[in-house]
């Protein structure tokens, strides 16, 4: 082989190493498992690392799936990691998955498995009692401030013709 074809071959293979796209390497889940903590949904943070070539400063692209029919699409720049937060609203095991997505995609596919323990508290139907129950005392209350009302109208009409006798008094004198 001619030396100048090795040279050129040898750069051609160069080039497109660092023209490829970076790779995904890693998806971590923490923590994991996720626990239902007094009835409030675990939050997990989830990253997704990628790797580079020496000289490969070029965007790329990722759609994230979080297993629980949620996804998220990641944009790297020039970084080599990116780290999201999620709620799962429900227990299960789920896989948490990282592909190449998008305009300039990533390369590769990774997944890490997540489970997450327990489950929602269920829905209390005791302050629904509660509420209707005070709804039907709140009239209840009301009805002695009428009363209190009342007795001042009758306080203040009591006092009313007492003041008209002064006057007849007065008149008299």
Same mark, same amino acid.
């Given at each position: ?127 629904? $009692? &509660? /509420?209707?129950? *005070?709804? !039907? =005392?709140?009239?209840? %209350?009301? @009805? +002695? #401030? $009428? &009363? /209190?009302?009342? *007795?001042? !109208? =009758?306080?203040?009409? %009591?006092? @009313? +013709? #007492? $003041? &008209? ?9």
């Amino acid at each position: 082989m001619h030396p100048r074809i090795a040279i050129i071959i040898a750069l051609l293979g160069a080039s497109a190493a660092a023209l490829a796209a970076p790779k995904i390497e890693n998806v971590t889940v923490r923590p994991n498992p996720a626990q239902f903590s007094g009835g409030k949904a675990p939050e997990v943070e989830i990253s997704v690392s990628i790797s580079r070539s020496r000289f490969d400063t070029g965007n790329c692209d990722a759609r994230l799936e979080f297993g629980d029919g949620e996804g998220r699409t990641l944009d790297f720049g020039v970084a080599a990691k990116r780290t999201v937060r999620h709620v799962y609203k429900k227990g299960g095991s789920f896989t948490v998955a990282a592909r190449g997505a998008g305009a300039s995609p990533c390369e590769g596919a990774q997944q890490a498995p997540l489970t997450v323990a327990g489950a929602p508290e269920p829905k209390k139907a005791a302050p629904e $009692k &509660k /509420k209707a129950e *005070e709804k !039907k =005392k709140a009239p209840a %209350k009301k @009805a +002695p #401030a $009428k &009363k /209190k009302a009342d *007795e001042k !109208k =009758k306080s203040d009409t %009591k006092k @009313a +013709p #007492a $003041k &008209k006798d002064e006057k007849k008094k007065d008149e008299a004198k």
